[in-house]
T-cell receptor, first 112, second 114 residues
Framework: GENVEQHPSTLSVQEGDSAVIKCTYS??????FPWYKQELGKGPQLIID?????GEKKDQRIAVTLNKTAKHFSLHITETQPEDSAVYFC???????????FGQGTILTVHP | SAVISQKPSRDICQRGTSLTIQCQVD?????MFWYRQQPGQSLTLIAT?????????ESGFVIDKFPISRPNLTFSTLTVSNMSPEDSSIYLC???????????FGPGTRLTVT
């Protein structure tokens, strides 16, 4: 089955800096890669996603890149703000529709 | 995106009892799923809730322990049966809307078993 590795497990940055979280996946058939932000006491919130036919996608301060050959994808947050502090999860979905395999999560802390 | 609500939001239950969690979506959705998030951990798919038929369970999850119903396109329930402390987790409902790729999650039900 699919396996998703996520790094780093914790990330601490100063407000205004950029943050990068990286994930690798094992199943070359995976074709959908979402990123979720989970704040304390809440469910995961979809913040951005990318499909396998696209190399990069951007939404304001957030961007995701995908390298299918290397089987890795990354989340980039620019101009970080304290409200970006949360746990971020990457995920991959292949031919089993609806089955997302999640990474282990990254605790992002943005210091004012 | 679909608005997903879950009831209860949290509960504390005694060992050996059962709890039924409800998931309600504000629009008809093609697919509904139940995930589990153990304390401090990532998310794991329990099963796909199929409308009008038995749910499809992932390896390691069985119907006797986690019976699921989906009577229509907007509602599903997950029961956690004969609970033990190891069942203490967040249980999350997730949906994919018609012809969509995006997968959304509800707010979760935080279960503590004592």
């Amino acid at each position: 089955g699919e396996n998703v590795e996520q790094h780093p497990s914790t990330l601490s940055v100063q407000e205004g800096d950029s943050a990068v979280i990286k994930c690798t996946y094992s199943d070359s058939a995976s074709n959908y890669f979402p990123w979720y932000k989970q704040e304390l006491g809440k469910g995961p919130q979809l913040i951005i996603d990318i499909r396998s036919n696209v190399g990069e996608k951007k939404d304001q301060r957030i961007a995701v890149t995908l390298n299918k050959t290397a089987k890795h994808f990354s989340l980039h947050i620019t101009e970080t703000q304290p409200e970006d502090s949360a746990v971020y999860f990457c995920a991959a979905r292949g031919t089993s529709y609806g089955k997302l395999t999640f990474g282990q999560g990254t605790i992002l802390t943005v210091h004012p | 995106s679909a608005v997903i609500s879950q009831k209860p939001s949290r509960d504390i239950c005694q060992r050996g009892t059962s709890l039924t969690i409800q998931c309600q979506v504000d629009s008809q959705v093609t697919m509904m799923f139940w995930y589990r998030q153990q304390p401090g951990q990532s998310l794991t798919l329990i099963a796909t809730a199929n409308q009008g038929s038995e749910a499809t369970y992932e390896s390691g999850f069985v119907i006797d322990k986690f019976p699921i119903s989906r009577p229509n396109l907007t509602f599903s329930t997950l029961t956690v049966s004969n609970m033990s402390p190891e069942d203490s987790s967040i249980y999350l409902c997730s949906v994919i809307q018609d012809r969509g790729y995006e997968q959304y999650f509800g707010p979760g039900t935080r279960l503590t078993v004592t």
